[in-house]
Each structure stands twice: as structure tokens, then as C-alpha cells.
């Protein structure tokens, strides 16, 4: 495992399909970076500058990973407890305009990015709102391997709604909760226990 880009074998998988043969985007503004890139926007985004080494026990629990956006979205795991099996870990998207989604585990993930699209709006109103938008050029790959590897098909409509939702309700309130306990009070908690369905 040494020479592995993280200690996850799921998200191991990914990178090496990601970094196979053409090298093409296989899913709209997802894209690796190093494995707990330190620089990755956390900091900026819950407004702690200057008090990283204050809070560096916190960040420490999250890991980011991947851009989900080319405009400044990313995903980071969130260590929430001790588990050992870190691809079913809670994934976060942090958004770049202040937004956040929860996905339960990696395959879910892997599952929304088959939608093809940065905010997991479905295909069919992705084509009514442009009719020339075309999938990324690595989209009909990636449904392929995600198939093969992992016996997983892409979401419907219905499916990834419940996806997010009950990936809100499960983690919202706890994850809101504890960033409470060291984010910037700038940040706007109430809205996101709101937004993710909890109470």
C-alpha cells in the first residue's frame, strides 16, 4: 500500500480507472487531487485563518480528496467516529457557494457521480435546459467500470434524491453540530441543520 494514493482500496480503484488509458473526465467537475491535500479550501471555506493550529485536531478529521466543481467545490471525507472501514465514511460536499451535501459512503458517491453533472441534476433536465450538453468523454467508461467493479448502476432521479436526503438526515444535525464546535460563527449553522434535515 505504500506507493497507494490513499489508504482506502474503493477510492484507490477510482484513481486508477481515473488515470487509465486517455486520462479523460468521466464525470462533470469531479476531479482527484492529492490524498489530504492540506491546502484543499478547508480553511478558507469555515473561515478559520489564522487559527488552524488551534483547530488542527478538528481538521484533522476530515479528509478532502477530490474538486467537485471547477468554480471551488470539494469533497472531504469526515471521520465522524473510529471505524476502520473508511470507504463507508460519510463524504461532504462542500460547496462554493456555501452549500453542503452529505453522501453516505463512497459508493454512493460513486453512484451521483454517474449523473454527470456537478450538482447531481438529473440528465433528462440537463438536456432540456441545453439540448447540446454532451456527457463527459469518459462517462460511458466510467458506467462500465463502475458495473464491473463494483455491480453498482447509476442513480434515478428518485434514487439520488434519496441519496442526499437520507445522507442529510443520518449526518446532518451531528456534522453541523460539530462544526459548531471550532467553525467560524460568521458560518450560518441554522440554514444547513435546515438544509440537511435535521432538526
Not at 96 to 117: H, P, Q, S, T, V
Amino acid at each position: 500500500m505504500a506507493d497507494a494514493y490513499s489508504p482506502i482500496p474503493e477510492l484507490n480503484l477510482l484513481k486508477e480507472f481515473s488515470d487509465g488509458p486517455g486520462e479523460d473526465y468521466f464525470s462533470d467537475g469531479f476531479e482527484f487531487y492529492e490524498y489530504a491535500q492540506p491546502d484543499a479550501g478547508l480553511v478558507e471555506w469555515l473561515c478559520l485563518e489564522g487559527r488552524e493550529e488551534e483547530v488542527r485536531g478538528h481538521l484533522n478529521r476530515l479528509t478532502p480528496f477530490a474538486q467537485a466543481t471547477g468554480s471551488g467545490s470539494f469533497y472531504a471525507l469526515w471521520h465522524c467516529d473510529d471505524r476502520t472501514d473508511f470507504a463507508t465514511l460519510p463524504v461532504i460536499r462542500f460547496g462554493d457557494e456555501g452549500d453542503l451535501d452529505i453522501i453516505d459512503g463512497l459508493r454512493n458517491l460513486f453512484r451521483l457521480l454517474a449523473i454527470d453533472d456537478e450538482s447531481f441534476i438529473s440528465w433528462d433536465e440537463e438536456r432540456e435546459a441545453d439540448p447540446d450538453e454532451e456527457h463527459t468523454p469518459g462517462h460511458e467508461a466510467y458506467m462500465a467500470w463502475m458495473k464491473e467493479t463494483f455491480d453498482l448502476t447509476p442513480p434515478t432521479e428518485a434514487e439520488a434524491d434519496e441519496i442526499l436526503g437520507s445522507s442529510g438526515k443520518k449526518y446532518g444535525a451531528r456534522f453541523v453540530n460539530w462544526l459548531e464546535e471550532f467553525g467560524s460563527q460568521e458560518l450560518d449553522f441554522d440554514s444547513w441543520r435546515k438544509e440537511l434535515g435535521g432538526s
